[in-house]
């Protein structure tokens, strides 16, 4: 079935704004100021999840202002649906992670199971520490584990369903250029 891309134009009109470019893009620089001041001799490599990671580490990347290595991996548990599933790998690290400093940046943090996954597989790889940076946490009590947080985060938001800076709705609107709530959701 197509998509009707009137509906995913309404789904933008009628959205709340969260946090508007300008303030997204100040909590950007916040996280990269924090990863710089731990992490500035510990040649990390950096991943990035994809797909909705991009923007956030793209954006990130230019402003880490030291040696790292960058590559990315992916792995979904949403598949363009609005409720999470069971973890699926798409690509996985083809750089090996034993004995490195690890960073995972990730677009939200919500029940985190996505980002824990990934964790837990770079540990088995190995690494010799795992961070995790996140643009934002969405605050609820339905975490993977209790208090679960990344170590660097960005922003963070009710718990309803967002789109933009890289996060989509089925599939669209990772380009917005802020982070809205769809309305109802
Ligand atoms: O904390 P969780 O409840 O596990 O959800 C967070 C994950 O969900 C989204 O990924 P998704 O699986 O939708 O893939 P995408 O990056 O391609 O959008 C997002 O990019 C995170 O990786
Ligand atoms: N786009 C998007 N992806 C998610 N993955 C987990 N929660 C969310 C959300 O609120 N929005």
Redesign the pocket.
């Known amino acids: 079935m197509s998509t009707d891309i009137e509906q995913i134009k309404q789904v933008m009109a009628e959205a709340d704004v969260l946090y508007t470019e300008q303030q997204v893009e100040a909590s950007i620089s916040k996280v990269a100021a924090e990863i710089t001041a731990q992490l500035a001799d510990a040649n990390p490599i950096v991943f990035c ?6 923007i956030f580490a793209g954006k990130l990347l230019s402003q880490l202002n030291f040696p790292l290595e960058y590559s990315y991996l ?8 609005i409720s ?1 599933g069971e ?2 790998w798409k690509a996985k690290p083809e750089i090996s992670l034993r004995g490195r400093n690890v960073i995972i940046v ?13 964790a837990e597989f770079c540990r088995k790889e190995e690494a010799a520490n795992v961070y995790t940076a ?1 643009l934002i946490d ?1 605050d609820h009590d339905r ?2 584990s209790p208090g679960l947080k990344a170590d660097f985060t960005g922003l963070s938001c009710v718990d309803r369903y967002i789109f933009g800076y ?3 709705y089925i599939g669209y609107w ?1 380009n917005a250029p802020g982070i809205f709530a769809v309305k109802g959701l």
Request: hydrophobic share 35%.
């Open positions: 999840v994809m797909n909705g990671g991009l992916h792995a979904s548990r949403y598949r363009n649906e999470g973890l699926f990730d677009d939200i943090l919500d029940e985190g199971h996505t980002l824990s996954a990934i996140v969405k975490k993977a890289g996060m989509d990772r």
